[in-house]
């Protein structure tokens, strides 16, 4: 009593039945097996598009959400008979097992088609049936071999069982107004675990005792299957041939015929055939499975995919792991495992190669390479050396893979002593546009708006060297505005200046701001180089230069200052957009910049600066899901050594207000005033901090409620001046290059004209 079974993927609408016929398709493989058919099934998720703020985005949406969108939005589709669709409601019993009853009803096309594919009397009937062997399989994918299915049908006043064969005409004979109900419950008898498992090498040739392929015509004992399509009968399959450790391409692939003897009887007979292969402790490890534990399809699939891994990262880099023969055991309620294993040869990286190259410079790339000619084969460094050319910012796509066949490397050129054959890489880039025109708008009440131009050219000189030219328009409105301004910026960035992961970044600048603060007109000139230190450290330092006329209080002046800033972040959020919203870790800067003022009086002062974030997500505490309910805290301080107030220049004081620092005062709005007015003098100290409670919500929306508090004051040490202390809230529009934030907040203690109220717009949160 032993059946050989290969496992396959399921989609979240089933494409792939057990037809009445004696076969069925699993993934676009056929199956060949003894006495009872198997077949294990994983469930995947679906996409959905939206319609955002600003432009079209593709976003994955929440299961319910897109249900309820479905159901609302989705225009009934009949069979294109002439049979009027049936409306129909499902009910699935529970079995008490919460991945089961998930599997279910990712299986049920009844479920899944019920609101958006309403059909005819005959179609209806059909897909009935063929839930039977749907929701058999998602049993059979959780390890419940020994389960039944039973599908109930209340049509008007009678209930009938879905074999019925007088269903359809049961349902022809329905009025109009009349709802079919369906009733799906599954019977999950014992759960099969794990019996023998073995790894063997390939079969060289095919086996003697094997069991032939029956065709449709030919009486056998498979009679029962082809009557009705759930029952356990022997029928004999095996499986088309795909790479091993793939799935088909589409998901979906045509089957094709099966040779005559592929497939041993037994799992005593399928060992027999081959030698057993000995796994080392790592690759047992990265393998997982072992005699007793449940028989789950997703378990087993995930065996085979980390073995192949595993062997793959050891230097084997044509390993297979065939898809695993399955054999069923009713009388032990187990399930026996072959898998046949092919190390191949180890091998090191052969000549790398690279094509598709137009406008790039292929020696940059290759200095930029970390993966070096002769070292080891493994995916990950190859995945890395991909994912790190990519990220250069050129290319729309980067490809890379195995340039068979192997050859044989002279022994001054491996870098693994002993290891001769080598595996040939090839990299296929397709380059990105080089030139990209955008647009900025921003608004908040204090600053007002901006509205600009950026025009940016990403590979100027052929080694990924970027110039983007912006001009924008400054001080729109806004209660902290006196006029409108401008900011004209010039910025030229050449990566892997002198090392790799070094940049260098000059940039060029002409701004004029009328704050209430103080009147600005300066052109800068800064030039600096970025280093990566490890993996989540940044460091900065470079050279500053500043030619500016200051007007405040009716008193202008000229300044000439030039500074030598340095700085060190750390980031362990590991976020791959820095718009998206951190949910966990730390992120951390601080910030000296040494200057000298050379005019109006000079003076040597120092700016010291620090500022920390964390986030703290809700799901540890058990009361959300992941990155649903998370609290956000930050803490600024800053202060300025060697000068007082007055003998630095205005922009060079510290201020707070703003989203930057105390949200609910305008910006610059928090610290010593003039007077009983509404400009701000500044100050050589400050500190500030914000606790923000952010909530993700269905339909891509989400909400946040804030506290922020600061004060600036006079002296060189924190903790100085007239706290100031801000709240409120606001809603978020989740885009899948970030969120569209709004927040309204108020001041609890306004100073003397301050403003009322705050409205801030943007994208990305302030933290």
Known sequence: MVAAALFGL??????FTRPEMPSRRIS??????????????????????????????????????????????????TDGTSDPAIPYAVTLTPTKQADLDAAITASSQLKSLQTSHTVGAYALAGRIRSDYDRVNSALESQGYYAGSVKISVKAGARTVDGKDPSLPDILKALGRSQKVAITISATIGPRFSLGNVALTTPPQEAPAASVPAPTPTTPTATAPAMKDPTAKAPVAKVAAKTPAGKAPSDGKSVLTPPPAAAVAATSEQAIAQAQPVSLLPEERKAFGLSSGQPAVAADVLAAQNSLLNQLQEEGYATATVSTPLAYLKPQTHTLDIVFRVNRGPKVVIGPISMTGLA????RYLMNRLELKEGELYRPSRIEAARQDLASTGVFASVQVRNAPPIITLPPSRTLMPG???????????????????????????????????????????????????????????????????????????????????????????????????????????????NRHVGKYWNVSGGVMGEQEQIQQF??????????????????NTQLSNPIDPATHGVRASLSVTPSESLESGSSFFTLLSAQVSTYFDLKHLGISRPGRSVIAVRGIVGSVQGA?????????????????TVRGFRYQGVGPQYGKTKYGIGGTSMDAGSVEFRQRLPMNLGFA??????????????????LRVGYGGGVRYFTPIGPIRVDVALPMNRPAYGDKWELYFGLGETF
């Open 10 to 15: 399921r989609s979240r609408v089933p494409v």
């Open 28 to 77: 676009g493989r056929t199956v060949k097996s003894g006495r009872s058919p198997v077949s294990l099934s994983v469930s995947v998720a679906s996409m959905s598009c939206i319609l955002g703020i600003v432009t079209v985005f593709c976003a994955p949406l929440p299961a319910e959400a897109k249900a309820s969108k479905a159901a609302a939005n989705a225009k009934p589709v």
């Open 359 to 362: 406008h790039t410079k292929q």
């Open 419 to 529: 290891i001769l054959q080598a595996m040939p890489i090839e990299f296929g880039f397709k380059e990105a546009k080089r030139r990209t025109l955008s647009a900025e708008i921003g608004y908040s009440t204090d600053l007002g708006g901006r509205v600009g131009v950026s025009w940016t050219h990403h590979n100027l000189l052929g080694n990924a060297e970027q110039l983007r030219l912006t001009a924008l328009i400054t001080g729109l409105g806004g209660s902290a505005q006196q006029g409108l301004g401008y900011d004209v910026y010039a910025d030229f960035m050449k990566p892997d200046f002198l090392s790799k992961g070094q940049n260098l970044s000059v940039r060029l600048e002409g701004i004029r701001q009328l704050l209430y603060s103080y009147h600005q007109t300066a052109i800068i000139g800064r030039a600096g180089l």
């Open 554 to 571: 009716g008193d202008t002046r000229s300044y000439f200052i030039i500074a030598a800033p340095l700085n060190a972040t750390f980031d």
């Open 644 to 660: 007082s107030t007055y003998q630095i220049p205005p922009d060079q004081r510290l201020y707070a207000g703003g989203p930057a």
């Open 705 to 722: 409620g804030f506290v922020d508090a600061g004060q600036v004051g006079t002296g060189s040490r924190p903790g100085q001046g007239t």
